[in-house]
C-alpha cells in the first residue's frame, strides 16, 4: 500500500531514473572509447538489426516504429558508419540493413561497459543486493522483458 512518504508515482520515476543512470554512464564510457556520436536509441536499432541483417520494414516493426521512422535512423546510422545497406541476396529487389564492423564494436564494448556498470553497483550497494532487485524485477515484469519497441512505446 502506497503511504505519504512512498507514493506510488515513485516507483517507477526511480525505475526510470535508474535506467537513465545506467544508461548516461555507459554512453560516456563509450564516448570515451572512440564512440561519442552514439545515442540510447541507437542501442536499441543495433540490437533490433542483429548479426544477420533486416529489412527496413522488419526493422520498423521490431522497434515499434513507422518505416519512415526507422529509414531516418538507418540514414543516421549509414552516415556514421555503424550501418551499411546491401542488396538481399535472397530478393534482388530488397535492401537489407546490416551492421557495419564499427556497429559490432559499439555493441561489443556496450556489453562489456554494462558489466562494469554492474559491478559498480555491487560495489556499491552489494552483490546480495544488486542481484535481489534483479530477482524481484525479473518477479514482476513480463516474460519478454528484452522487447526492443522501447523507441515507439515512449515516444508514442
Known sequence: MATPDRPGFVLPLLLLAGFRTLIDDLHAELARQGHPELRPAHGFVLQAVGPTGTTASDLGQRLGVSKQAAGKTVDRL??????E????PADARRKLVRMTA?????LR????????LRDR???I?????VAAIEDDLRRM?????????????FGG
Open 102 to 106: 564499427k556497429g559490432h564494436d559499439g
Open 78 to 83: 549509414v552516415a556514421l558508419g555503424y550501418l
Open 125 to 129: 550497494l552489494g552483490a546480495d543486493r
Open 141 to 153: 515484469v513480463p516474460s519478454d522483458v528484452f522487447r526492443l519497441d522501447v523507441p515507439g512505446w
Open 121 to 123: 553497483w555491487t560495489a
Open 85 to 88: 545497406r546491401a542488396d538481399d
Open 109 to 116: 564494448r556496450s556489453a562489456v561497459v554494462f558489466d562494469e
